[in-house]
């Protein structure tokens, strides 16, 4: 059992060690060789949980406390959990990036490429309007092809990625490279 502590007196070393608490190793999933990192255990606890909304939220506050952002950008499927109750607690609205031919009416869309193959990501065409700033969130940070093309996606629409906030970054592959200068906020690296 985690011992109850205010979210909003976690300190970031703190919240990290929350964070290692609740998040679980699952071995060779979905493939024999893989560690998989299930956040279930952390979305189960309503203290965990809020810590790392408020988390992942402070990467699009200004030095008031203020938001910055006009939107919070989900990428399929769980950056929305993580996404959607970020963008209600900076007062702002939730786009969701969906794979191919998930979303309904006119979508703009982005190929990338995987280890093995490619891969597309769609949002609608008028999600974002010309000069939102727009903050990204997912789960984890890889190789960076997800977040270089949702970006992609915003600045189709004339938006602009501000940040872009995760829950964990996994520092062994490129991913904070890819990003090149947009801010990165993890609050979690392995």
């Known amino acids: 059992m985690v011992t109850p502590v205010p979210p909003h007196e976690l300190s970031p070393q703190e919240l990290h060690d929350r964070i290692d608490q609740l998040i ?7 493939k024999p060789g893989i560690v998989f990192k299930d956040i279930s255990p952390l979305l189960a ?28 950008l989900g990428i399929e499927a769980r950056g929305f959990i993580l996404a959607a109750p970020v963008a209600l607690r900076l007062r702002t609205g939730f786009v969701p990036v969906r794979k191919a031919g998930k979303l309904p009416g006119p979508t703009h869309a982005v190929s990338y490429a995987l280890e093995y193959g490619e891969a597309t990501l769609e ?13 990204v ?36 592959l490129p991913g904070r490279e890819a990003l090149g200068e947009t801010p990165l906020h993890s609050l979690y690296t392995i």
Do not use: W, Y
């Open 123 to 135: 949002m609608h065409q008028d999600a974002i309007e010309p000069g939102d700033k727009v903050l």
């Open 45 to 72: 606890d309503h203290d965990g949980f809020t810590a790392v909304v408020n988390g992942l939220a402070a990467a699009a506050l200004d030095e008031a406390g203020e938001p910055r952002v006009d939107k919070v």
């Open 137 to 172: 969130v997912d789960d984890v940070l890889a190789t960076g092809g997800t977040v270089n093309a949702t970006k992609e996606l915003v600045e189709a629409c004339g938006g602009e990625v501000i940040a872009v906030a995760v829950l964990m970054d996994l520092s062994f």
């Open 24 to 30: 679980r190793d699952v071995e060779d999933f979905p």
